[in-house]
Structures are given as structure tokens and as C-alpha cells.
């Protein structure tokens, strides 16, 4: 099982390294701001643990709860000037997915590069995309940067594998296949236009199941990888959740059980992924601050 506490609690603790320093040395405590802007209750506890998260390694957190109907897109986007202006902080996250009436585009569009901690504005996409960065010290999306730190962790091998990501979107499938494909993997985003799925998911060595539409919420257009759906010593990566409205039950893209035994590697439902992602926003936003009074 590739769990992801004995990476995470490494790099946490790097982070607090890092953060004793930019206290010692330059006398600045690096400070992050989330923007609650939707009602997904993942959300709400991703954002929980994130505040957690950077009390134990001494980074300044806030949670900012945009998330009401009265807020708009001139609303939000008045926020992140503010942000982008307050020196005391380094970095700020968006949480997705936005309300519906919030534009992504202009969102990420007025959030400064600086700042951006979850790789998300034109600048840090059109960087990863020319192949301008590192996993160690760039600002890279924090679902796939875990994801690929947590498959190098484990030797998980990529290059020349056919590898299968289910779900294209800006936050996870797109950024996901360019870093996987820059391993020299080869790379299919599926999504749910994707003919003959079942055939791609069979041959591939690696899959990344990231859709977030399991099946009780979304009737036939939802999506649960199980062992029918795999070949003999696959990797398999959960990524997808969602929480049932009507009963509160965590809901995952991956079928956990059917799958021990039939996969070489294989993340947890929790305990993988989603920690994987908090550690690399930690991480964010050490590389933001310092980078912000040149310590980089």
C-alpha cells in the first residue's frame, strides 16, 4: 500500500525547518490565506486540515469564507487584490471547486504568480507546460506534485508505461499528465466522452482515477474503478471523492477492497493522495515566501 505518511511527515518537517529559518534570518513567518468560494463540503474539511496543518509547522494560516450567495466574481476578485498587495502574505489558495457563479478564469487571472501556491494562474500553467520547473522549488499544482512525489517515493515505474489518468480537469488530470508525461510516461486523460474506457484502463500499467463522480451521486455518468477494470500488477492511484448529500459518506473513485491482491501498488482512499497534497502545500508556501524576499 502506498501510504503517504512517512513522505509527508519528512516533508513537513523540512517545512519547519525552513520556517525556524525565515523567523531566525529574515524575521518573516510565512503566512497562507485560503479562499473558502464554494459550498463542496470536501472543501470545507480540506480547508480544516490545511489550518491544521501549518500550526504544527509554524506557517501563519486564515481562512477567508467567501462561499455565500451574495458573494460575485467583483466580490472575490477584490479580495485577491488585497491579498496580492499585504507583504505579510506569501501565498494564498482558491480552494476549488468555486460556486457556479464564480469565474475560474478571472479568479486565477487576477491572483499573483507570486502567490499562487497551487500552480493554477496562466503564468505557473504556461511555465510547467514549456517544461520551466522543478519538482523541489517550483510552485506546481499540490494534487498532482504529490501524486508524482509520492510514485517517485515508492519507484513506481513511469517512463515508457502506458499510463491512464481519469478526469482532465485544470486542477488535477490536465497538470497530472504533463508532469507524468515529462517522466516519459505515456499519457491518456480519459473523461466521460472517452470511447471504450474499459479497454484503456486494462492496458494500463498506471492508473490515475481522478473524476469525483462516483456512481450514488451521478447515476451512470458516475465513475468507480474495481478489480474487473485493471489488469494483473497495475499501480492504481485514488485521487476522486466526493460527499454523498443525503448521507455524508465519503464516496471515492477507487473501490479499495476489490483491488488488494490484484495490484503491485495501490494508494488508500485516505491516508495517500489528500495528505500528499496538504504536505505540498506546505512546501508552496515556504518556496512562495522565500522566493518573495529573495532567501530563495
Known amino acids: 500500500m502506498m501510504v503517504a505518511a512517512p513522505l509527508a511527515a519528512r516533508m513537513k518537517q523540512e517545512v519547519m525547518l525552513e520556517a525556524t529559518k525565515l523567523r531566525k534570518d529574515f524575521g518573516v513567518q510565512p503566512k497562507l490565506v485560503a479562499l ?5 463540503p470536501v472543501s470545507r474539511t480540506y480547508v480544516e486540515l490545511k489550518k491544521n496543518d501549518c500550526a ?13 450567495e451574495k458573494f460575485t466574481s467583483s466580490d ?3 479580495e485577491i487584490h488585497s491579498l496580492n498587495e499585504d507583504s505579510g502574505v506569501h501565498a494564498v489558495i482558491p480552494q476549488m471547486p468555486f460556486s457556479g457563479k464564480i469565474s475560474e478564469e478571472k479568479v486565477f487571472s487576477s491572483l499573483s504568480p507570486d502567490k499562487d501556491v497551487d500552480g493554477l494562474t496562466p503564468f505557473r500553467l504556461g ?7 522543478t519538482l ?3 510552485l506546481l499544482p499540490c494534487t498532482p506534485k504529490g501524486v508524482t512525489l509520492l510514485c517517485r517515493y515508492y519507484s513506481i515505474p513511469l517512463e515508457g ?9 485544470t486542477l488535477v488530470g490536465e497538470p497530472l499528465r504533463k508532469l507524468l508525461q515529462d517522466l516519459n510516461g505515456t499519457v491518456t486523460c480519459c473523461h466521460t466522452k472517452t470511447r471504450d474506457l ?27 474503478l474495481n478489480s474487473d477494470m485493471v489488469k494483473e500488477g497495475s499501480t492504481v492511484v485514488s485521487v476522486g471523492v466526493r460527499k454523498d448529500p443525503n448521507s455524508g459518506k465519503m464516496l471515492f473513485d477507487v ?14 482512499n485516505t491516508g495517500g493522495v489528500g495528505v500528499m497534497t496538504r504536505a505540498c502545500l506546505l512546501q508552496n508556501t515556504i518556496i512562495a515566501a522565500k522566493q518573495q524576499i529573495g532567501a530563495a
Not at 473558502?36 to 463542496?40: A, E, Q, S, T, Y
Not at 504544527?56 to 455565500?68: A, F
Not at 511555465?127 to 520547473?133: D, P, Q, T, V
Open 255 to 268: 473501490d479499495l477492497p476489490s483491488l488488494k491482491g490484484k495490484c503491485s501498488f495501490l494508494t488508500p
Open 136 to 138: 523541489e522549488d517550483s
Open 36 to 40: 473558502l468560494i464554494g459550498n463542496d
Open 198 to 224: 474499459l479497454r484503456r484502463l486494462k492496458e494500463a500499467d498506471v492508473i490515475i482515477a481522478a473524476s469525483g463522480r462516483p456512481p450514488e451521486i451521478y447515476g451512470i455518468d458516475g465513475f468507480r
Open 56 to 68: 504544527e509547522v509554524g506557517i501563519l494560516s486564515e481562512v477567508r469564507d467567501l462561499s455565500s
Open 127 to 133: 511555465k510547467m507546460i514549456r517544461g520551466e520547473y
Open 76 to 78: 472575490v476578485i477584490d
Open 161 to 169: 508505461s502506458e499510463v491512464t489518468i481519469v478526469g482532465r480537469s
